[in-house]
């Protein structure tokens, strides 16, 4: 297809006629700056196609406020060597006029035929917008919309395929995709998307499976209920056949007989038992029998043994008489030197007494004489001590008094000076004749007096001068002063005394006097410290003791030169002592001996003398006789008691008493065996027959059969939607499959067309397109690895230049198919950058070779290397 | 001069599984209408007894209510019916007998003759010796004893036993009861009146099996009936009289479809069948998408006709025509796929491919049907 001329008016900016002749096949410029028309001549095109002429929703074809115009879109264009030419008016003149080679389509007509060619649909209903452009829509890019791939691949689908299907063939169909949507709609609604089963089939297989359970419970309780009525019609009958035999009454009759003969053994037992008893006692009796009969014989030999023993005893007590008389003479030997021992012991005592005393006399001799010089001494000093004691009873005087009488002189000194001072001094100083009195006395001359008291002045002729003295401390010394003189004189009577120093030379005597007391009294005390009368005391004991020893010693013999010392006497008397004592004590045990010996002897002779008489007891003989008969009668009797036991063990043995004990044992139990299972019989037949008549009343095989039946119908159910499932899942695959395949073979010619333009822009480089024949994938190579970038996710330019490669691609798939193409491009490839714009100039450049172009753009410097001739958009409306 | 109803193996309480359930209740309802037809004819014809010949009930444990029904459904004929266990029924220590006399539902005109004692109605003239089964199956032959049995001379003597003649029914019986072919002559039977088999047998001129009196499986021996039997007297041959009772025949059908012109011949097979049937229809050979449309369609229009349509159409091979694929204009894979799934109709898969191909042939009709009402 190929654009010729194009003419507008009264279409937006272009009030007047503009008109474009001689577009080129390959490549058309169109420059000029904003607003100078490029859009509107797009939009020109846009509408003659794509806009219904009778639609009144394209207002904005008509210029700024000229409500009047009716847009007039001429175009000539030549398709498969004919001429086409279409004019469209709109609003006010509403015309559609196709000529096609001389053949005219007005109206509707008309744009059908130009939608058919193109492919693309008519708004229903207001103005034309996107989702109806078809294949224009894909490869006429409206300004701003380069980067977009998408949506315009996605409305143009339909028609891509219809028009690229021709290539194909048998192989496009054009009711699949709607197939497979309701394949798949009617699969997953049995199936889920891994293929398990959901729905009412996953509902019939629950189903089939519970009613399976449901029936497999009751057919087991119908075996049940058949086994039941198998037992029942087994225990009625055992039951019949029990009662005709009435086993248990067999059983106790056999019992009892077997009680009966094993009574009669018993029976036997009890007189064996009696047998053996008196087998017994005959045996008991031999014994002692022969035991009476042994001690006879015993006794003889006993007697002989008592005489050995006898004249045994007899000799040893003979032997211990003997040994008597050397005994007691050794005894009285040791007597009679201990009785010296002890003499010598005595008077070696005595001589050591008298020694002892002499010692004793001579300490109280030399005690005597020092008691004696220390008692004459103490008298001389105990006369002095009197004297001075004496002495000092007659200085009888007071130290502390005298101290007090030293004091008031002092003070009374002190006051009188003191009054000296402070008292009124009257002072006289007479003419020589003339007196006065004072105080009653005769004062003459000159005289000075001390007043301390009131003192009347009488002077004859005149009167009585009364002098008081001032201030009471007059009065208060004098006073005071009298006092002491008063304690003064008591004081000095006291110590009968005239003077202190009296008092003071008298207070020295005596304190000597004291002092010489005091060591006499010391001196004494040493002399005689208990006092002389006790000194004198001792003296007279100590003679006394003197005196006494002295008689004492008188009544002890002198000690002669060869007298033992004590000691040695004291160790003479001990070894006598012993041997002493050893002698009595060997005089003790022989005559133990003797009487022990005695004793024995007498023992000794009594048993004999007992078992002698014995013997020789008249009756002995017939006893012994009688005893030698009774044994005989004994053994007779023991043998025919043997014999009986014996027969009868053997009979009783015979009759097996232990085995008819069991027979007792085992019959009854076998009776009552036999009537425990009878009765339990009868409890089971109840049992089962409630159980049956309870089981019976459910219809169990009728529900069986019903189950069965619902069972049978689940089946089929669950079969019809398993076939249903598996032949939509059939189809659902191979319908899938079948579609994939025409896509790879839509695929294949397309990325071969992409991956043309590619080179130009990246070597290497391949756009993978989806199923839906939509740019995917960009892979580059770079740096020796594979980059693989999402087509979303590329930047936008890159996004533009790999649409507008993939609208390229898509026009050649069209030209290839046969189908019309025209490329139409409003500013296009604004975001590229110099070198990828270079290339992406190329591409066009080689689309050009096929394809024409209308580029319009507002940068002409951008596009000055495309080859072709700008037009100025400008220059066009001039 | 006695006369009988013969009848055996009502088998009620019996289930069809294999049918959809309204059609199995009416075929389960239709045994016991079965009773109530024969109780009317009984009474119409006067006979001087009914006899059962076993299996009346088709389990042990039926419901009691089935039990009743069963009963109340003999209430027309108030004559004596002779009743004797089969397999089916046998008089065990418990069985479905001793239930209904539990249950009191046996009115005092059913005589249930469960063990083998001489049964006497000197009045009417006859003697019958039952043969009622104790067990589930016996290996002896439970008729021995009519040999031996003592019965007042001058008197009809009717045998009435459940199970199969030796030698005669080799196969297709129900149980290995057996019963001397012979016996009525070496017992000097009159008649013997037998059940287990369910078509009508005559054996020898003393010696029937009725036959169920409702059909109850796809085989053409001859059941649905009862058999009227008149005894002139005593030693006589008897007369049989094979009466229809049935209502519902069963019909099976095994068809070919090679052209489309088969179908319309199918059709009216169909229609030639009666009513009531029930119709097991088999298809074979092959057939269009189109013709299998048209085949469904025919198939639904007899479905409400008969008492029970079942069909198998697992034969039938389904081609797709080019008139197929232009009709459901199944261009491109589509119709590619549609040869495919011919193809595989014969292999492994091929239920699923012929499946699949049905519903990919009835998916494009449906989307026409839409188109065409745009």
């Known amino acids: 297809m190929r654009l010729l001329r194009l003419k507008a008016?009264?279409?937006?900016?272009?009030?007047?006629?503009?008109?474009?002749?001689?577009?080129?096949?390959?490549?058309?410029?169109?420059?000029g700056p904003n607003e100078s028309g490029k859009s509107t001549l797009v939009r020109a095109i846009r509408a003659a196609f794509f806009e219904r002429h009778k639609s009144s929703s394209v207002d904005d074809l008509q210029p700024w406020g000229d409500s009047a115009s009716a847009p007039t879109v001429e175009l000539d264009f030549e398709w498969q060597g004919q001429s086409w030419r279409l004019v469209k008016s709109f609003l006010k003149k509403k015309r559609c006029d196709l000529t096609v080679d001389g053949t005219v389509y007005s109206g509707d007509e008309g744009e059908e035929k130009l939608s058919s060619l193109l492919g693309y649909e008519y708004a229903a209903k207001g103005a034309s917008q996107q989702r109806h452009w078809g294949i224009p829509g894909l490869l006429w890019v409206e300004q701003g919309?380069?980067?977009?791939?998408?949506?315009?691949?996605?409305?143009?689908?339909?028609?891509?395929?219809?028009?690229?299907?021709?290539?194909?063939?048998?192989?496009?169909?054009?009711?699949?995709?709607?197939?497979?949507?309701?394949?798949?709609?009617?699969?997953?609604?049995?199936?889920?998307?891994?293929?398990?089963?959901?729905?009412?089939?996953?509902?019939?297989?629950?189903?089939?499976q519970g009613l399976q359970g449901q029936l497999s419970d009751i057919?087991?309780?119908?075996?049940?209920?058949?086994?039941?009525?198998?037992?029942?019609?087994?225990l009625r009958d055992e039951q019949a056949r029990a009662e005709a035999d009435r086993l248990w009454e067999t059983y106790r009759q056999q019992a009892k007989e077997a009680e009966g003969r094993l009574a009669e053994v018993m029976a036997w037992q009890k007189d064996q038992d009696r047998d053996q008893q008196a087998l017994e006692e005959c045996q008991t009796s031999i014994q002692t029998t022969l035991d009476l009969l042994n001690g006879f014989q015993g006794q003889q030999a006993e007697l002989a043994r008592r005489q050995d023993e006898k004249v045994k005893e007899e000799l040893a007590q003979a032997d211990l008489e003997a040994r008597k008389p050397a005994r007691e003479k050794a005894l009285a030997e040791a007597v009679q030197a201990h009785e010296a021992a002890r003499k010598t012991l005595k008077l070696a005592q005595q001589h050591q007494q008298r020694r002892e005393w002499a010692r004793e006399r001579e300490g109280i001799e030399a005690d005597l004489e020092s008691d004696t010089a220390k008692l004459a001494r103490a008298r001389e000093l105990h006369s002095v001590l009197l004297e001075n004691r004496q002495k000092r009873q007659s200085l009888d005087i007071d130290p502390q008094?005298?101290?007090?009488?030293?004091?008031?002189?002092?003070?009374?000194?002190?006051?009188?000076?003191?009054?000296?001072?402070?008292?009124?001094?009257?002072?006289?100083?007479?003419?020589?004749?003339?007196?006065?009195?004072?105080?009653?006395?005769?004062?003459?001359?000159?005289?000075?007096?001390?007043?301390?008291?009131?003192?009347?002045?009488?002077?004859?002729?005149?009167?009585?001068?009364?002098?008081?003295?001032?201030?009471?401390?007059?009065?208060?010394?004098?006073?005071?002063?009298?006092?002491?003189?008063?304690?003064?004189?008591?004081?000095?009577s006291r110590l009968r005394v005239t003077s202190l120093a009296e008092a003071e030379g008298r207070l020295?005597?005596?304190?000597?006097?004291?002092?010489?007391?005091?060591?006499?009294?010391?001196?004494?005390?040493?002399?005689?410290?208990?006092?002389?009368?006790?000194?004198?005391?001792?003296?007279?004991?100590?003679?006394?003791?003197?005196?006494?020893?002295?008689?004492?010693?008188?009544?002890?013999?002198?000690?002669?030169?060869?007298?033992?010392?004590?000691?040695?006497?004291?160790?003479?008397?001990?070894?006598?002592?012993?041997?002493?004592?050893?002698?009595?004590?060997?005089?003790?045990?022989?005559?133990?001996?003797?009487?022990?010996?005695?004793?024995?002897?007498?023992?000794?002779?009594?048993?004999?003398?007992?078992?002698?008489?014995?013997?020789?007891?008249?009756?002995?003989?017939?006893r012994q006789k009688q005893a030698e008969?009774?044994?005989?009668?004994?053994?007779?009797?023991?043998?025919?008691?043997?014999?009986?036991?014996?027969?009868?063990?053997?009979?009783?043995?015979?009759?097996?008493?232990?085995?008819?004990?069991?027979?007792?044992?085992?019959?009854?139990?076998?009776?009552?065996?036999?009537?425990?299972?009878?009765?339990?019989?009868?409890?089971?037949?109840?049992?089962?027959q409630a159980r049956l008549e309870a089981a019976g009343a459910e219809g169990l095989e009728e529900q069986s059969a019903e189950l069965g039946s619902e069972l049978e119908h689940a089946i089929r159910r669950r079969r019809e939607l398993e076939r249903r499932a598996k032949a939509l899942d059939l189809l659902n695959t191979r319908l899938r499959e079948h579609r994939l395949e025409l896509t790879r073979q839509l695929q294949e010619p397309l990325q071969r067309h992409l991956n043309h333009y590619l080179q130009l822009l990246f070597p290497e480089a391949s756009l993978e397109v989806d199923e839906n024949l939509i740019p995917e994938v960009l892979i580059r190579q770079g740096h020796g690895v594979e980059e693989r970038g999402k087509f979303e996710e590329l930047s936008f330019g890159a996004r533009e230049q790999m649409a507008l490669i993939s609208r390229l691609a898509y026009a050649d798939l069209l030209l290839e198919a046969g189908r019309p193409t025209l490329i139409i491009l409003d500013d296009a490839l604004v975001h590229s950058d110099a070198a990828r714009l270079g290339a992406m100039k190329r591409v066009l450049y080689d689309a050009a070779q096929r394809h024409q172009i209308l580029l319009f753009t507002c940068h002409p410097d951008n596009w000055r290397d495309l080859g072709v001739t700008a037009r100025d958009v400008e220059v066009l409306q001039g | 001069m006695p006369r009988f109803l013969h009848t055996a193996d009502w088998q009620i309480g019996r289930q069809y599984s294999k049918f959809a359930p309204d059609d199995a209740v009416a075929l389960a309802e239709a045994r016991l209408t079965a009773v109530e037809r024969i109780a009317e004819l009984a009474d119409q014809e006067a006979v001087d007894a009914v006899l059962v010949a076993g299996d009346v009930f088709d389990a042990q444990t039926v419901s009691d209510r089935t039990i009743r029904r069963l009963f109340n459904a003999m209430a027309a004929y108030t004559g004596p019916w002779l009743l004797i266990s089969g397999n089916h029924d046998a008089a065990l220590a418990e069985s479905v007998w001793t239930r209904a006399q539990r249950l009191g539902a046996v009115p005092d005109n059913a005589h249930?003759?469960?063990?083998?004692?001489?049964?006497?109605?000197?009045?009417?003239?006859?003697?019958?010796?039952?043969?009622?089964?104790?067990?589930?199956?016996?290996?002896?032959?439970?008729?021995?004893?009519?040999?031996?049995?003592?019965?007042?001379?001058?008197?009809?003597?009717?045998?009435?036993?459940?199970?199969?003649?030796?030698?005669?029914?080799?196969?297709?019986?129900?149980s290995p009861n057996p019963i001397a072919a012979d016996r009525a002559a070496t017992a000097q039977l009159d008649y013997l009146a037998l059940g287990d088999w369910h078509g009508t047998k005559r054996i020898n001129a003393r010696t029937w099996y009725s036959g169920t009196p409702e059909q109850d499986r796809f085989k053409g021996n001859d059941p649905g009936n009862v058999l009227l039997v008149d005894i002139p007297e005593a030693g006589a041959e008897p007369r049989?009289?094979?009466?229809?009772?049935?209502?519902?025949?069963?019909?099976?059908?095994?068809?070919?479809?090679?052209?489309?012109?088969?179908?319309?011949?199918?059709?009216?097979?169909?229609?030639?069948?009666?009513?009531?049937?029930?119709?097991a229809l088999r298809l074979e050979g092959e057939i269009s998408l189109l013709g299998k449309q048209q085949l469904e369609d025919t198939l639904s229009v007899a479905e409400a006709r008969f008492r029970s349509l079942g069909y198998d159409l697992s034969d039938l091979r389904l081609l797709a025509t080019e008139e197929d694929i232009a009709a459901l204009h199944a261009d491109g894979y589509v119709g590619q796929l549609i040869n495919e799934l011919r193809d595989e109709q014969e292999g492994d898969d091929g239920e699923a491919a012929r499946d699949a191909m049905a519903i990919l042939a009835s998916m494009l009709l449906e989307k026409q049907a839409r188109g065409g009402g745009e």
Request: net charge negative; proline share 3%.
């Open chain 1, 508 to 622: 020295s005597q005596l304190r000597e006097l004291q002092q010489a007391i005091q060591r006499d009294e010391s001196l004494l005390n040493e002399s005689a410290p208990e006092g002389l009368e006790a000194l004198s005391d001792r003296l007279r004991l100590r003679q006394a003791r003197k005196d006494e020893l002295a008689s004492q010693m008188q009544a002890l013999p002198e000690q002669d030169d060869n007298s033992l010392s004590l000691s040695r006497a004291e160790t003479r008397l001990e070894s006598a002592q012993q041997a002493l004592e050893a002698a009595e004590a060997a005089k003790q045990k022989l005559t133990g001996d003797f009487s022990l010996a005695e004793q024995s002897l007498n023992r000794a002779k009594k048993e004999w003398e007992r078992l002698n008489n014995e013997l020789q007891a008249p009756d002995r003989k017939q």
């Open chain 1, 219 to 234: 057919q087991g309780r119908v075996r049940e209920y058949r086994e039941h009525v198998d037992r029942l019609g087994q």
């Open chain 1, 9 to 31: 008016e009264q279409l937006r900016q272009f009030r007047e006629p503009v008109e474009i002749e001689d577009l080129d096949a390959g490549i058309n410029l169109f420059t």
């Open chain 2, 240 to 279: 049989v009289d094979v009466r229809a009772i049935g209502q519902h025949p069963w019909i099976q059908m095994t068809e070919r479809l090679t052209v489309s012109s088969d179908l319309d011949q199918l059709v009216t097979k169909l229609k030639q069948q009666p009513e009531k049937a029930v119709v």
């Open chain 1, 629 to 688: 008969n009774r044994l005989i009668d004994l053994r007779v009797k023991q043998r025919s008691l043997n014999e009986k036991l014996l027969e009868r063990n053997k009979q009783i043995e015979q009759a097996k008493p232990a085995v008819l004990e069991q027979d007792v044992e085992r019959l009854n139990r076998s009776a009552d065996a036999a009537e425990q299972q009878e009765k339990k019989r009868s409890r089971e037949l109840i049992q089962i």
């Open chain 2, 112 to 174: 249930l003759a469960l063990a083998p004692d001489v049964l006497e109605f000197i009045e009417a003239g006859f003697v019958v010796l039952p043969a009622p089964l104790t067990q589930r199956h016996t290996q002896p032959d439970l008729t021995n004893w009519f040999d031996r049995a003592e019965t007042p001379a001058g008197l009809v003597c009717i045998g009435l036993a459940h199970g199969s003649i030796q030698g005669v029914l080799a196969e297709d019986v129900d």
């Open chain 1, 145 to 208: 919309t380069g980067q977009e791939i998408q949506a315009p691949v996605g409305y143009a689908g339909q028609h891509l395929k219809a028009a690229l299907g021709g290539n194909l063939g048998e192989m496009t169909s054009s009711t699949g995709d709607e197939l497979i949507n309701q394949v798949a709609k009617e699969r997953s609604s049995l199936l889920t998307g891994t293929g398990r089963p959901t729905g009412s089939y996953a509902q019939a297989l629950a189903d089939e």
């Open chain 1, 401 to 492: 008094v005298v101290e007090r009488l030293k004091d008031v002189t002092s003070e009374l000194d002190r006051l009188a000076i003191q009054q000296d001072a402070v008292s009124t001094r009257l002072q006289f100083d007479l003419t020589d004749d003339q007196s006065v009195t004072l105080d009653g006395k005769k004062v003459v001359g000159r005289s000075e007096h001390l007043l301390i008291e009131p003192g009347e002045v009488a002077i004859k002729g005149v009167g009585t001068l009364r002098v008081l003295p001032g201030g009471e401390d007059v009065a208060e010394i004098a006073r005071a002063r009298q006092n002491l003189t008063d304690e003064q004189e008591s004081l000095l």
